[in-house]
């Protein structure tokens, strides 16, 4: 079936980065792109970024630009984001989706299991 | 600013009927924003109800539906159940690559 799994939990200082991958099995990875979305402790939800797996090119959302980086490496099916100067508001958790687009269909789905980004001195 | 709009909470008896609402800060949804619903409970991942404005994602109960009301995109739960005691989020297309959550809806069924 169609399947994203994503990295486990991270703990790391302010200024550091973090890399969440974000592996798709069951489809052609290459067909779909896939989104990232952060969820805050006690926000919304904030959609992020996607990256063409085709194309290869990135669009970010205002505001996670920067410090923001959306890739992929279609030979191992999986998306990564990294996030470089690591601020404590970038507390998180943040999903991986597929943005499910043929026919008739658009959405985001299926969605990663998330993952918690924690930043703390 | 919040770009996407939605009711902070909304509350609905068990059996009744609730609708939520995603509209724009500035101008009307339309179906060419191609809006999509979706339902977050605390520590799970999001789930896909609604696409394309008013097609019900597989497996999703037919008590959701999803249309156009007055300029906004709409959720209606109809039969309402304790289960579905979560928040929803809507997404909308900006164009550009781009899609805007909304806020969220907190739904309390009591």
């Known amino acids: 079936q169609v399947q994203l799994v994503q990295s486990g939990s991270e703990l790391k200082k302010p200024g550091a980065s973090v890399k969440v991958s974000c592996k798709a099995s069951g489809y052609t990875f290459t067909r779909y792109s896939i989104i990232w979305v952060r969820k805050a402790p006690g926000q919304g939800l904030e959609w992020m970024g996607r990256i063409n797996t085709y194309t290869g090119t990135p669009t970010y959302a205002q505001g996670f630009t920067g410090r923001f980086v959306l890739s992929f490496d279609a030979s191992v099916s999986t998306a990564y984001l990294q996030i470089n100067g690591l601020q404590t508001e970038d507390t998180a958790v943040y999903y991986c989706a597929r943005r499910d687009y043929h026919d008739s269909v658009d959405r985001f789905d299926p969605w990663g299991q998330g993952t918690l980004v924690t930043v703390s001195s | 600013q919040t770009v996407v709009t939605q009711e902070p909470a909304l509350s609905v008896s068990p059996g009744g009927t609730v609708t939520l609402t995603c509209g724009l800060r500035?101008?009307?949804?339309?179906?060419?924003?191609?809006v999509s619903w979706y339902q977050q409970t605390p520590g799970q991942a999001p789930r896909t109800l609604v696409y394309?404005?008013?097609t019900l994602s597989s497996g999703v109960p037919d008590r959701f539906s999803g249309s156009i009301l007055e300029n906004k995109a709409a959720l209606t739960i109809t039969g309402a159940q304790a289960d579905d005691e979560s928040d929803y989020y809507c997404v909308v297309y900006m164009g550009s690559g781009i899609w805007v959550f909304g806020g969220g809806t907190k739904l309390t069924v009591l």
């Open positions: 500035s101008g009307s949804v339309s179906t060419s924003h191609y």
């Open positions: 394309n404005t008013n």
